[in-house]
């Protein structure tokens, strides 16, 4: 396989990245399918691959981190005194939704990748969350809901949404997918659980990069140039696609409902159940 092939393959992986991050349909699932397509993990060591997948949603994820960077920024000179406590209240919500995963995540991590990676497991959880969620929203209908703001989630919400979280270790099943639902459930709105979805990615994905990163080095991992290229290229776009991705959803969500990404999750399931037996 071509250097300019290998490029093109990190570029179509870190645009799916950030489209998929970010909307409830998966994005382990549209990665291990679309290389299915493109072969980018035949091509390099197994070891880097797994890293390059992490070092994408590190790429994703800082896109939150420069959109929402004033509001979750508790120092930012720009606010009051009970604003900066409210932001650090916040950050302490999203610390504890995220020990839920962090505990079973961590330890199993291996596990997961190694028994549940494959089409069948993918479709599987790609159909039955597409159900939940069309189901949940035409259980919700256009009612109010509880909780209308990140800032006033409870810590017993933080925490059972990180509960939710722990599902998302099934590929197929979506980390932003599992805690929306979870947190609609509750009685949390479509765009606070979008938001809080968005905030928990922040350490679940530094988390995630430094036990790649430790298990890369660990393994006697090294990087050639060229990898490195890879790794850059696919992170960034990662980065620029996600921007554009984050700010569409948060717009889509003042005036849709999920629906759709349940009826695409079950056309999606379909489609790999057919074609990757």
Same mark, same amino acid.
Request: aromatic residues 12%; positive net charge; charged residues 15%.
């Given at each position: 396989?071509?250097?300019?092939?290998?490029?093109?393959?990190?570029?179509?992986?870190? %645009?799916?990245?950030?489209?998929?991050?970010?909307?409830?349909?998966?994005?382990?699932?549209?990665?291990?399918?679309?290389?299915?397509?493109?072969?980018?993990?035949?091509?390099?060591?197994?070891?880097?691959?797994?890293?390059?997948?992490?070092?994408?949603?590190?790429?994703?994820?800082?896109?939150? %981190?420069?959109?929402?960077?004033?509001?979750?920024?508790?120092?930012?000179?720009?606010?009051?005194?009970?604003?900066?406590?409210?932001?650090?209240?916040?950050?302490?919500? %999203?610390?504890?939704?995220?020990?839920?995963?962090?505990?079973?995540?961590?330890?199993?991590?291996?596990?997961?990748?190694?028994?549940?990676?494959?089409?069948?497991?993918?479709?599987?959880?790609?159909?039955?969350?597409?159900?939940?969620?069309?189901?949940?929203?035409?259980?919700?209908?256009?009612?109010?809901?509880?909780?209308?703001?990140?800032?006033?989630?409870?810590?017993?919400?933080?925490?059972?949404?990180?509960?939710?979280?722990?599902?998302?270790?099934?590929?197929?099943?979506?980390?932003?997918?599992?805690?929306?639902?979870?947190?609609?459930?509750?009685?949390?709105?479509?765009?606070?659980?979008?938001?809080?979805?968005?905030?928990?990615?922040?350490?679940?994905?530094?988390?995630?990069?430094?036990?790649?990163?430790?298990?890369?080095?660990?393994?006697?991992?090294?990087?050639?140039?060229?990898?490195?290229?890879?790794?850059?290229?696919?992170?960034?776009?990662?980065?620029?696609?996600?921007?554009?991705?984050?700010?569409?959803?948060?717009?889509?969500?003042?005036?849709?409902?999920?629906?759709?990404?349940?009826?695409?999750?079950?056309?999606?399931?379909?489609?790999?159940?057919?074609?990757?037996?």
């Amino acid at each position: 396989m071509s250097a300019l092939y290998l490029l093109f393959a990190a570029i179509c992986l870190g %645009v799916l990245e950030g489209v998929t991050e970010w909307l409830p349909v998966s994005s382990t699932g549209h990665l291990i399918l679309l290389d299915r397509v493109l072969g980018m993990e035949g091509a390099v060591s197994p070891a880097f691959y797994a890293f390059f997948l992490v070092a994408i949603q590190l790429g994703a994820v800082m896109a939150v %981190v420069v959109l929402y960077f004033d509001r979750l920024n508790p120092w930012s000179k720009s606010k009051s005194l009970p604003e900066r406590k409210k932001t650090f209240s916040l950050w302490k919500r %999203v610390l504890i939704g995220v020990l839920p995963a962090a505990l079973i995540g961590i330890p199993l991590d291996d596990f997961f990748e190694e028994h549940f990676y494959t089409a069948g497991v993918i479709a599987s959880a790609l159909i039955l969350y597409g159900v939940a969620l069309i189901l949940l929203e035409r259980r919700r209908g256009n009612g109010a809901f509880r909780v209308e703001s990140v800032f006033d989630l409870s810590y017993r919400d933080a925490v059972l949404i990180g509960c939710f979280q722990i599902l998302s270790l099934v590929p197929g099943t979506s980390r932003s997918g599992s805690t929306i639902l979870g947190g609609m459930l509750l009685g949390v709105s479509r765009s606070a659980s979008a938001e809080f979805s968005f905030f928990m990615a922040i350490p679940v994905m530094l988390g995630a990069s430094l036990v790649r990163g430790a298990k890369f080095v660990l393994a006697g991992g090294g990087m050639s140039g060229g990898e490195i290229s890879l790794l850059l290229i696919g992170m960034l776009t990662a980065f620029f696609v996600s921007l554009i991705t984050i700010r569409a959803l948060v717009n889509f969500v003042k005036r849709h409902s999920f629906k759709v990404f349940g009826v695409y999750r079950i056309f999606l399931g379909i489609l790999v159940l057919l074609f990757h037996p």
